[in-house]
């Protein structure tokens, strides 16, 4: 029997992965997935409680430590994490390690796995985030894994210019919107009710995250977000950002704004079930959350991304991109509502929606052989 550890920093994470774990699942494969400090924060609602729910068996830290907006916290909380990954890896050996995307916690996993020569297989890597320090951890993660799982085309061609090797790359979109365009769809009333909202009025789906290379201008970044909402007299749902540097004053801020008005919502976070309806009963998604660029197409739904945070990464039609200015995003998003947008949304197609078999992914982890091969990286230079 073949064992996996899977690393989740986030909700959002777990959820595009999902699918393919539940496919792994039940190929008599054992997996344990292992939380971030993220996941066990009150901040950010204890999220790691939503993964218990899924099958899977649940790693963390017996020690909480209260979850910090500096720095030096950040670093120390990542040796924890290599030193209690090392841990597991001693005591379940396993076959392999799954890592996602670009979260620093992510480092953690390869970083614990080199010293065992344990197989690292990381989901998608390729992207450009040129606004974040992402963009630096997702690229390192990919030198430091020896299987690639990509949502494009384009994200394969990257890999391949950083010297990875072609049969190791394999282009499977994000296997979870078919999921959220399955969930159950609730009427008006049913999310009415659920947010003590009118959704037969425009509501705005709205995420803001500190873009990490800006963190001298959040105040005024904040500032303009919601300034330009409060100006639209628009209903508008805000779900938390990630835990990256600037959470804090993000959360802090966005709570003082939520209690100034009844029509404002603020979530830590949201099941699969709620988001999918939320992408297909909101209006417009405002913010610079990935999700507007990778799920939201497949709703039809407008999406006004704001700044520099997913400058680089490849963007569907539904998207508007502005700069953070508080009349340019009011702007954008008065014309992402407006008839002629909206009936431009009616045909555009959502290329990170790839009809891409579970069966086959979980085929290709299964199968791999652990071996020298796979073990022993080559560079290929391109002339």
Request: glycine share 4%; charged share 25%.
């Amino acid at each position: 029997m073949k064992k996996i550890i899977v690393l989740s920093a986030g909700r959002s994470d777990f959820d595009r992965i999902r699918p393919i774990l539940k496919k792994l699942n039940k190929k008599n494969i054992q997996i344990k997935i292992v939380v971030s400090k993220a996941h066990t924060s009150k901040v950010f609602g204890f999220t790691y409680k939503n993964l218990t729910n899924k099958g899977f068996k649940i790693l963390k830290e017996k020690n909480n430590i209260n979850f910090k907006d500096n720095p030096s916290f950040i670093t120390g909380i990542l040796s924890r994490e290599i030193s209690y990954i090392s841990k597991i890896i001693n005591s379940f050996k396993p076959h392999l390690i799954i890592v996602f995307g670009d979260r620093y916690e992510m480092l953690a996993g390869p970083c614990a796995a080199i010293p065992f020569n344990l197989p690292v297989i990381h989901f998608y890597g390729g992207a450009v985030t040129q606004g974040a320090t992402d963009e630096l951890v997702r690229h390192a993660i990919t030198k430091l894994s020896h299987m690639h799982f990509v949502a494009l085309p384009v994200y394969k061609k990257r890999l391949l210019q950083m010297g990875e090797e072609n049969w190791r790359i394999k282009v499977i979109g994000i296997p979870n919107i078919k999921n959220l365009k399955n969930e159950k769809t609730l009427t008006t009333q049913d999310l009415s009710k659920i947010f003590n909202l009118n959704f037969k009025e425009p509501v705005i789906l709205a995420t803001f995250h500190s873009v990490t290379l800006e963190l001298l201008n959040l105040d005024l970044q904040i500032k303009n977000f919601l300034d330009a909402i409060k100006k639209t007299k628009l209903q508008c749902i805000f779900t938390y950002p990630n835990a990256d540097r600037g959470y804090e004053k993000i959360i802090s801020n966005i709570n003082a704004f939520c209690k100034s008005n009844k029509k404002y919502k603020f979530v830590k976070s949201l099941s699969p079930k709620l988001f999918s309806n939320l992408l297909r009963k909101c209006s417009i998604m405002v913010g610079n959350s990935s999700s507007g660029i990778v799920e939201a197409a497949s709703f039809k739904l407008a999406v006004v991304n704001i700044g520099s945070r997913q400058e680089g990464k490849f963007k569907p039609k539904n998207i508007l991109d502005c700069k953070n200015n508080k009349n340019l995003i009011y702007k954008s998003i008065k014309y992402g509502l407006s008839k002629k947008f909206q009936n431009n949304l009616k045909n555009i197609s959502n290329p990170y929606d790839r009809n891409i078999s579970l069966d086959r992914i979980s085929r290709f982890i299964i199968n791999q052989k652990i071996d020298d091969k796979l073990l022993r990286k080559k560079f290929i230079n391109i002339d």
